[in-house]
């Protein structure tokens, strides 16, 4: 870690420390931005002993409660003295400034949400082209609200969101959730393979949603997971659904995934989990578990 993380983490870990005078509305003018970013600049420059060389606010993002997400570049000089660029993050109400704010009562994480804002290139909205029936693993095509998920098996907030997304949509009717598997390959590269068992899999047990299974699985397993991460994609599938599959035919399978790869490119979507409701994206992940 560089001096000026240290010395920024070591003095945000005791606390959230005052900066301004608390600015109550999200919606903020450019003149509020400019001054809220120039007041965290500051902050940084009275706390970091001289070594942040250069600093520039990359992006502020408007989070709930009156709290911000500060995106920064810095240039600071390192151990050996040499500079180098870094990218931080600072939250803050106005008044107070951290580099970490978890809900006590709920799953905001506001460190996770800036991340994923700053992040993000997904359009905003999609149209009804992605309430494709051979995408559908929950409800039916009539479903008032209509969920669409971008997920990669192997990525670990997926792993987390997608069992808690069914345990909140399982008991309701009118919802239809639509699944469009996207592999990181770069990240996760035996993805793209459990994907395509998976296609077997729902054919042989005529069952199109199997995924929350695998999920659950997945999250809830280690010998699972590490048998999925280590390419045992045929031992995977016959512990978990029981179903013998050939390695061979994983490979010589007519997938989809390539027309779901496509339908996310087409949404400009870099990364996972990613999700909309009703055509919108729901960035934060929370409106999903709001829906009656």
């Known amino acids: 870690m560089t001096p000026i993380l240290k010395i920024l983490s070591c003095t945000l870990a005791f606390g959230v420390f005052s900066l301004l005078q608390a600015?109550?509305?999200?919606?903020?003018?450019?003149?509020?931005?400019?001054?809220l970013g120039e007041k965290v600049v500051k902050f940084i420059k009275k706390t970091s002993d001289g070594n942040v060389k250069e600093m520039l606010v990359k992006k502020i993002v408007p989070l709930d409660d009156g709290w911000y997400g500060v995106v920064v570049d810095l240039k600071i000089k390192n151990q050996e003295g040499e500079v180098e660029?870094?990218?931080?993050?600072?939250?803050?109400?106005?008044?107070?400034?951290?580099?970490?704010?978890?809900?006590?009562?709920?799953?905001?994480?506001y460190r996770a949400t800036t991340i994923a804002a700053e992040s993000n290139t997904a359009s905003e909205t999609h149209d009804a082209s992605f309430y494709n029936k051979n995408n559908l693993i929950f409800g039916t095509q009539s479903g008032v609200n209509?969920?669409?998920?971008?997920?990669?098996?192997?990525?670990?907030?997926?792993?987390?969101?997608?069992?808690k997304i069914y345990d909140n949509i399982k008991n309701k009717k009118d919802v239809a959730v639509y699944y469009y598997p996207l592999p990181l390959e770069s990240l996760h590269p035996t993805s793209k393979d459990i994907i395509k068992?998976?296609?077997?899999?729902?054919?042989?047990?005529?069952?199109?949603?199997?995924?929350?299974?695998?999920?659950?699985?997945?999250?809830?397993?280690?010998?699972?997971?590490?048998?999925?991460?280590?390419?045992?994609i045929v031992g995977l599938m016959k512990k978990v659904f029981n179903v013998d599959i050939e390695k061979e035919s994983i490979t010589k399978i007519k997938s989809s995934v390539e027309y779901d790869i496509g339908k996310?490119?087409?949404?400009?979507?870099?990364?996972?989990?990613?999700?909309?409701?009703?055509?919108?994206?729901?960035?934060?992940?929370?409106?999903?578990?709001?829906?009656?």
């Open 146 to 163: 209509k969920i669409v998920i971008f997920s990669d098996p192997l990525c670990e907030f997926c792993l987390k969101l997608l069992p």
């Open 264 to 292: 996310a490119n087409e949404l400009n979507i870099n990364g996972t989990p990613v999700v909309y409701i009703n055509g919108k994206l729901d960035l934060e992940k929370e409106a999903i578990f709001k829906l009656k």
């Open 85 to 109: 660029q870094v990218k931080d993050l600072f939250l803050t109400n106005g008044k107070f400034v951290t580099n970490n704010l978890l809900e006590l009562e709920g799953t905001k994480n």
């Open 23 to 35: 600015e109550q509305s999200k919606a903020m003018t450019q003149a509020q931005s400019d001054s």
């Open 197 to 232: 068992a998976m296609e077997i899999v729902k054919f042989v047990k005529k069952d199109s949603t199997l995924e929350w299974r695998l999920y659950q699985a997945l999250s809830t397993k280690k010998e699972f997971l590490q048998m999925a991460k280590d390419g045992n």
